[in-house]
């Protein structure tokens, strides 16, 4: 995925949006599920201490997955 503008261009942004998030107190934990070449990318955006509120890490392609599969992969770390 590397090398790829728009690819590159996701991943900075959502890891602006996880630290703006976690600075900012907004977020006290974070789950995240990617596929794993985009995992990879975000995990070296991330600083340190947002990183760190990362609970569970799911590197899957769960798109096209229903809510009830979705909600089955991650019923081991979601509690409502």
């Known amino acids: 995925l590397s090398g790829y503008p728009q690819c590159d261009l996701q991943v900075q942004e959502l890891a602006r949006e996880l630290n703006h998030g976690r600075?900012?107190?907004q977020v006290g934990r974070f789950i995240?599920?990617?596929p794993p070449g985009f995992m990879g990318?975000?995990?070296?955006k991330?600083?340190?201490?947002?990183?760190?509120?990362?609970?569970?890490?799911?590197e899957?392609?769960?798109?096209?997955?229903?809510?009830k599969e979705l909600a089955s992969h991650l019923a081991s770390c979601i509690f409502l």
């Open 41 to 44: 990318l975000l995990n070296e």
């Open 32 to 34: 995240l599920v990617a």
């Open 60 to 67: 899957k392609d769960y798109t096209k997955s229903s809510d």
């Open 23 to 25: 600075s900012s107190g």
């Open 46 to 58: 991330l600083d340190g201490p947002t990183a760190g509120l990362v609970s569970d890490r799911f």
